[in-house]
């Protein structure tokens, strides 16, 4: 079964912050890194209203981008130094409106392995102090082996 | 069963575009109507560097975001005047690397329904005069009453 | 938000075990109620011959049976005493090849609806002391009224 | 990307019916091979009471064990002679309520690949002269290398 990623603890948050800072869409949506470990990863998203629909509620977009994206890195937080993952599909139960002021979303591989993983995550929207479960995402990921630099 | 709204075409194409149009999120990202019909509905989405990930492959949310709003608009196709779609879940299957010009949808409602209506949709890829299937999506949606104006 | 089924807890496990013997393709795989409360139910199927493929493990379609219909308790426990459920949809992760003597099976409400219930179940093969968890299913159950008896 | 068996089709279609005849489940449950070719399998079940839920409809389980063997047949007809597929992960939608005298299912390959298939199937019921579709599935299948003979 896969190992987790065999470098320091330091190493690998930096390494997952420059997943979610370098990536021009993670960026443009305006998603944060918030922690990581051994198969799991956290984020957050801070609403600005060009994240809604006209109806008021939350674009199914901008959810799933924040459960996709966090998905990714907790797989990837399985695979060895020479390995990277590929999302092959995944399936989102949008479980209430998506309303509030920020979104934050924690992802948890359920089961790892050599040739795939499968991985959970949930996002919570947040006003004020209180904190709902907006939806849950599981994606089955296929572990690729990195080209080898020219 | 449900049957497609009872506006004359033309109202119908002005309803849709301006769901495209008046959407922050979708203004935002980019998508673009292109045409639909009862139960069915084309968008567009020209790529910018911002759509990627720094891997060079377009972000899983972008592919997403452009097949779950056609499917929406597809379903909305299907309902009465006072009636709108919620999206339940939906599950997309990345088939193949996002990578060129262009992104194409189309979606078209597999089962209308009283209560709820299933959709897919299909998401391609154009670069110069080549067309590749990258993403397939099967969604949920509940059929919901509006609420009457206060 | 829906509330669990008002009987007391004696006629719900009674309701819920007639739900299995009641069932003809359920007692013909030989699913076995164990337990059951608000929102939750448990069956276990003992593992014969009949169950496998000619590869020598079980075919997904035992395991599926039992966790739908395992989910579809679940749900029918979050209905008040005129609802029934329909099943719209579910996904089946197959987490490792179904080998053992027995499966048991968990499924839970993850979210409860006026309308729809979402519904998880895990599955787990049994082979001696060990207990290895070989499925994950999620489902979208509607809530659908009970006709009226004529 | 892979090819068809590169089999004679009746030797093929010999194989498929194997796949069939040979499962100690599928032939309990009653599937019945039709027809094959590259990357598509066709199969039907006659229905009997011990099919059924004590509600009048199928059993979910049923259609569910149609479509996905029927799908898993698909996905093999697309590897090589010393692959075989392992179902990951599927999707299914419950169209309609399953009544009637006789279930048809066709599977086809979506997209195929080197280390993953992704498959559709169709599953219909039949009565007298009537054919309504009453599930869509969506399945993932890993392709791996059959173990050498000791």
Do not use: Y
């Amino acid at each position: 079964m896969a190992q987790p990623h065999p470098l320091d603890p330091a190493a690998v948050q930096a390494l997952v912050k420059r997943g979610f800072e370098g990536s021009p869409f993670v960026r443009d949506v305006g998603l944060q890194f918030v922690d990581c470990g051994a198969g799991w990863c956290a984020a957050s998203l801070e609403l600005q209203p060009r994240h809604f629909q006209h109806t008021g509620v939350m674009h199914a977009g901008v959810i799933t981008t924040l459960a996709d994206h966090c998905a990714g890195e907790a797989g990837q937080l399985m695979c060895g130094p020479d390995e990277h993952v590929v999302t092959l599909e995944f399936k989102i139960n949008l479980l209430r409106p998506g309303v509030g002021e920020r979104l934050t979303c924690r992802a948890e591989v359920l089961k790892p392995g050599k040739a795939f993983h499968v991985v959970e995550a949930q996002v919570w929207t947040h006003q004020a102090a209180s904190k709902v479960l907006v939806a849950k995402l599981n994606a089955t990921l296929a572990v690729a082996r990195n080209k080898a630099p020219a």
